[in-house]
């Protein structure tokens, strides 16, 4: 009988990593940010459709916010011109601003949607923004899969917004 | 009996990132391994203004106006700024992909083209993609095992993918990229401008000094000033010339790559999509744009199982007992050669041309 798995902690414990699908980038817009939209088959059995889409529909539209051109970013370059960079010392930027909602946006979904269906959305910040990876995992107990895919077992917490630095 | 006290060593991801960049200050600062030329550029710089202020600027601070050092003081400090920022700073990098990610798209590769023979060297992978209604290839980077965005190239001479890659400068010692091309431009034009500056008030000083003492025992006086007219004369030629031509590159959104390249340019060619099309909306986009963070948290912490001896070549800076404290630690290798790169990567000369003019030795 299937475990249900209701968080992610217990998703560690009880399952093992099945195997992974990567999200790539979409670039008929040019090189701003976003994420196909296509469903991938591997998750056909996992999670609805329309779900994935709306995720990935949400994820690219944070994207479009964060690099959004228009006034108040160009206010804010001028001001980060004028003050020769100095202010980005002690101010955060609105693109890291919006990274960190993403964050929080991952972090529920994983436990609101993808958890309980044995799934685990990361972050693309901590992939170098080229793919979503989708962890999938398999319940210990129930099937006793091994990893078919690669065993390094990264199903990383997608909590950290790993945007350190410069 | 004593206690022994035990540091814990921290690992930082900075200490195991592949590519050929040094890192100082525990991670904060990236710059590629050869850094020669931009000691040089520092050296220049700080060695002309350091004349200046001492010698011109006091006479000319008396006879003319004190706003003459104050307005140098200026430019001097906003060209340090963006030089340190340009040098200093992530240009853009793109992470390798990890092992899974690699996999999966060798698999997707092979499914589309078939399985290449053991030993043979298979075919360049491209993928077509419309971007506004152009088509724009993208290349599979061998070294960094990822299909490059759009604008991207590998630097051969940093080893990694860089994202709007623009050319590799030695002068100021990094790859310019989509992150630090504003930092650079506007270190060319401040420092044409703090260029310009010094020349004329130079020769301001000579001439209003001349009159009350003549010209050699000017000379006599303040030999620096010989040498900074000499600096600032060779300097003008090539800076504001590479100034001017990316401001040619800024207001039609191109980068020197794809100048070189002609990627845009010549009848059978497409356009550029990146383009506005507006020269005010171009240099907009690019100077004032959002401005992405780094994605290679450079100063994230690595879990314990990956934290073995540290590889020798990759990093500098002996911060192994210290705290993690921004105390400058520059234990930076003597220059390097370069070594080319073996795979069939972009190879992007590591200067951009001086259009109008010859390359001189001396840049201040």
Redesign the interface.
């Known amino acids: 009988m299937a475990t249900e798995v209701h968080n992610l902690q217990e998703l560690r414990r009880s399952a093992s990593l099945a195997t992974k699908v990567f999200i790539q980038r979409d670039y008929s817009d040019g090189t701003i940010c976003q994420f196909q939209t296509k469903f991938p088959p591997e998750l056909d059995s996992r999670i609805e459709r329309q779900l994935f889409e709306e995720t990935v529909k949400t994820l690219n539209s944070f994207y479009a916010e964060a690099e959004k051109i228009g006034g108040s970013s160009y206010l804010e370059g001028c001001l980060a011109c004028a003050t020769a960079y100095f202010i980005f010392l002690c101010m955060e930027t609105h693109y890291e601003k919006v990274l960190k909602k993403i964050s929080r946006y991952i972090q529920e979904q994983n436990e609101k949607i993808f958890a309980p269906r044995g799934l685990l959305l990361t972050d693309p910040v901590e992939r170098g923004m080229r793919v979503i990876e989708i962890s999938i995992y398999e319940d210990r107990c129930s099937s006793g899969s091994s990893s078919s895919g690669s065993s390094s077992g990264s199903g990383s917490s997608s909590g950290g917004g790993g945007a350190g630095g410069r | 009996m004593s206690v022994m006290v035990v540091r814990k060593k921290v690992t930082r991801?900075w200490e195991k990132l592949p590519g050929r960049n040094t890192f100082c200050c525990d991670?904060?600062v990236m710059m590629a391994r050869q850094k020669g030329i931009f000691y040089l550029t520092l050296f220049l710089i700080l060695g002309t203004c350091t004349l200046f202020f001492a010698f011109e600027c006091r006479y000319l601070a008396v006879q003319l106006s004190p706003a003459i050092p104050v307005f140098a003081a200026m430019l001097f400090?906003?060209s340090m700024?963006?030089l340190l920022?340009t040098s200093?700073?992530?240009p853009g990098v793109?992470?390798r992909?990890?092992?899974?990610?690699a996999?999966?798209?060798e698999m997707e590769i092979e499914a589309t083209n078939g399985a290449v023979p053991q030993g043979q060297r298979p075919p360049p992978r491209i993928k077509n993609?419309?971007?506004?209604n152009q088509i724009?290839k993208?290349k599979y980077c061998y070294t960094c095992k990822?299909?490059r965005?759009?604008?991207a190239s590998h630097c051969s001479i940093c080893d990694n993918c860089v994202?709007?890659f623009d050319h590799h400068c030695p002068w100021v010692g990094n790859c310019v990229g989509k992150?630090n091309y504003?930092?650079f431009y506007?270190f060319i034009l401040s420092l044409s401008l703090l260029t310009i500056y010094v020349f004329a008030f130079n020769i301001v000083y000579v001439a209003l000094k001349s009159l009350k003492i003549g010209f050699l025992e000017t000379l006599k006086e303040t030999p620096g000033t010989v040498l900074e007219v000499l600096i600032c004369f060779f300097t003008l030629w090539s800076v504001v010339g590479l100034t001017g031509f990316h401001t040619f590159l800024v207001a039609l959104n191109q980068t020197t790559n794809e100048d070189i390249k002609g990627s845009w340019t010549g009848k059978n060619r497409v356009q550029n999509?990146?383009s506005h099309g507006n020269i005010v909306k171009n240099c907009?986009?690019v100077?004032?744009?959002?401005?992405?963070?780094?994605?290679?948290?450079?100063?994230?912490i690595l879990p314990l199982e990956e934290s073995g001896s540290r590889p020798p070549s990759t990093q500098e800076a002996s911060t192994s007992l210290l705290p993690q404290s921004p105390a400058p630690t520059e234990h930076l290798s003597a220059n390097e050669m370069p070594e080319d790169s073996s795979t069939p990567e972009d190879m992007p000369p590591p200067e951009p041309p001086e259009p109008p003019q010859e390359v001189t030795d001396a840049e201040k």
């Open positions: 991801k991670g904060r400090l906003f700024a963006t920022r200093f700073s992530d793109i992470p992909a990890l092992p899974d990610e996999a999966f798209i993609f419309q971007i506004n724009v993208l990822i299909f965005p759009p604008r994202e709007r992150r504003r930092y506007l999509p990146y907009c986009e100077l004032c744009g959002p401005l992405p963070p780094s994605v290679l948290d450079r100063r994230g």
